[in-house]
């Protein structure tokens, strides 16, 4: 889908993207990070042309950006930024229209649309009328993404989009985000400097430093073998755990090829829902000083083990 | 929508009254002069004077070109000035305009007397310069301070430089070079009257010629005026800024 080959950025002495290569395919959703100043923001603004490259070449479903004009490339491709920027002065309703105004949909068209949006978002006809001011933090990112997506562009390039909330609204948002994408098939380019993030959301990161980008690779790859002392400090010393974050109970259950007749669990053993990480069920068995937990799906209750959590990471994370 | 002009309408309904008290004032003089004289001195009752009516054409006429005029100018050179190719236009004119507030309005009138001579052209020329300063500053403050995000996310959206500025920077900005707007026109109003010492008329004729004859009640058939003239547009102005455009979605 994205094909970035050996582009170069600089900024007077300064080389803030230096002969990067990416290949992002479609339906993934990628993610770069770095520290601050890394270039990865510089190289996201690259493929939409925010930034003209110096040198090398972006193709987006085998074309050149350059073969278009900017404006053109840019609303075929959602955008979201940190700070949102919604349009203070538009309503909910006119800032998601935005895109599909610039493609001169028709009225119909454009409030069929916005409603669907909203659904999806999870806000209710209400929010329609609202002037960005009305917003909570949260509302705010959920209208941002609901813009991006109003004309269903087949990538979406996003800033820190969830950088300006808080932890709980964060995780949440970043859950809802990861399922809507899943299901709408986009492909996603997801710049971040928060390693919980780019573990929980991506299917492969890129990381950055100084305008390189020094290994491209799935989560689970990165941590079996980093390309390098910086990628692996970068990462940190609890990568392992953000990793477990990535696992639902559920999923790790299937995993654990649990036996026919489900586990049952004595009476006082912790309990947690299916739909809680493993990390959380590490946390827990640590917290509370037992070997296992017993887990609740829907209908049955299951007992998941210590051992069980390496037997997560040796799966395809 | 009701809603959002919910703010305006105390200032239209002001300014309306003050309208109404203005048209009173300008058509029955009379009564006011007779209620003035109760505790003022009666002098120059024999001196010839312009009705109320012909004056306030002059002042209307004056202040309306001038403004009208300098804010067509201003509009113009404060969007050419926030181009981005365009930083040392902006540098130039922000320099020129702190300059040229230095310098007050009697002085920019008595320097163009001897160029233009006496009359409506050096007047014309005095408050057409004064009236270009408030909105060009407003003009450019305004579009500089539309938040850079919102501008990035528009540019990241597809919006060209023309539909950037028409439908995000300059609605945005609005609220600013609506109240530049209404400063320049309220301080053209009551400059207007200096252009009476130079033989442009308005309602600066009856203050100059009371001043000089020391008549008081001659001074306010020219100030009372001008002050309902200034406070009508001052209202008016702000019952706009608070003014919301329809929404369209």
């Known amino acids: 889908m994205i094909s970035v080959r050996g582009v170069s950025k600089r900024f007077g002495e300064l080389a803030a993207v230096d002969r990067a290569d990416l290949e992002v395919r479609d339906g993934e959703l990628a993610v770069l990070i770095g520290p601050s100043g890394c270039g990865k923001s510089t190289l996201l603004r690259l493929i939409n042309r925010l930034v003209e490259a110096d040198e090398g070449q972006v193709l987006i479903a085998g074309s050149d950006t350059r073969s278009a004009r900017p404006e053109t490339l840019r609303r075929s491709i959602g955008y979201v930024i940190q700070s949102v920027g919604l349009f203070p002065h538009l309503t909910v309703c006119e800032n998601i229209a935005t895109v599909p105004r610039l493609h001169h949909w028709d009225r119909a068209r454009i409030a069929a649309r916005v409603d669907e949006l909203l659904a999806m978002m999870g806000l209710d006809a209400a929010y329609r009328d609202k002037l960005p001011a009305e917003l909570s933090g949260g509302e705010a990112q959920r209208v941002g993404v609901a813009r991006a997506l109003a004309a269903d562009p087949r990538l979406l390039l996003m800033d820190e989009p969830f950088g300006s909330v808080d932890p709980l609204t964060r995780v949440r948002l970043q859950t809802e985000f990861r399922r809507i994408q899943r299901r709408l098939g986009k492909t996603v380019l997801f710049v971040t400097h928060d390693v919980e993030e780019a573990v929980r959301l991506a299917d492969s990161i890129a990381v950055m430093k100084a305008g390189r980008i020094l290994q491209h690779a799935s989560p689970g790859e990165l941590s079996r073998s980093p390309a390098g002392p910086f990628v692996n400090d970068f990462l940190g010393s609890d990568y392992g755990l953000q990793l477990l974050g990535r696992f639902r109970l559920r999923e790790a259950l299937e995993l654990s090829a649990a036996p026919a007749a489900p586990r049952v669990a004595p009476p006082g053993t912790p309990l947690l829902s299916a739909e809680a990480t493993v990390k959380d069920a590490l946390s827990l068995m640590i917290a509370s000083g037992t070997d296992r937990i017993a887990v609740r799906d829907a209908e049955r209750l299951a007992e998941f083990r210590l051992a069980d959590v390496l037997r997560v990471l040796g799966g395809p994370a | ?249």
């Open chain 2, 1 to 249: 929508m009701s809603r959002s002009n919910r703010g305006a309408w105390p200032y239209w309904t002001a300014a309306a009254v003050l309208a109404a008290l203005f048209l009173l004032v300008i058509f029955r003089w009379a009564w006011f002069e007779s209620l003035a004289l109760l505790v003022l001195p009666r002098k120059n009752i024999l001196l010839p004077r312009t009705p109320l009516y012909v004056l306030a054409a002059q002042h209307l006429v004056l202040v309306a070109a001038t403004s009208a005029l300098a804010m067509a100018l201003a509009f113009v050179l404060g969007i050419a000035a926030t181009r981005p190719a365009a930083r040392e236009l902006r540098a130039l004119l922000i320099r020129l305009s702190s300059l040229a507030e230095t310098f007050p309005s009697a002085a920019v009138l008595a320097l163009s007397v001897p160029l233009l001579g006496y009359g409506f052209k050096p007047t014309f020329l005095a408050l057409f310069l004064y009236a270009i300063l408030p909105v060009l500053r407003n003009t450019i403050v305004g579009i500089e301070g539309v938040a850079a995000a919102v501008v990035e996310a528009a540019l990241g959206m597809g919006f060209d430089r023309r539909s950037l500025l028409w439908q995000i920077q300059l609605p945005l900005a609005l609220p600013v070079i609506l109240a530049g707007v209404r400063i320049s026109v309220v301080i053209n109003i009551s400059a207007a009257t200096l252009g009476a010492a130079v033989g442009a008329g308005g309602f600066g004729v009856p203050i100059v010629s009371g001043l000089r004859s020391l008549d008081p009640v001659l001074i306010l058939r020219g100030s009372i005026p001008v002050a309902l003239l200034a406070l009508v547009a001052d209202t008016a102005f702000r019952a706009v800024e608070r003014s919301r455009l329809p929404r369209s979605c």
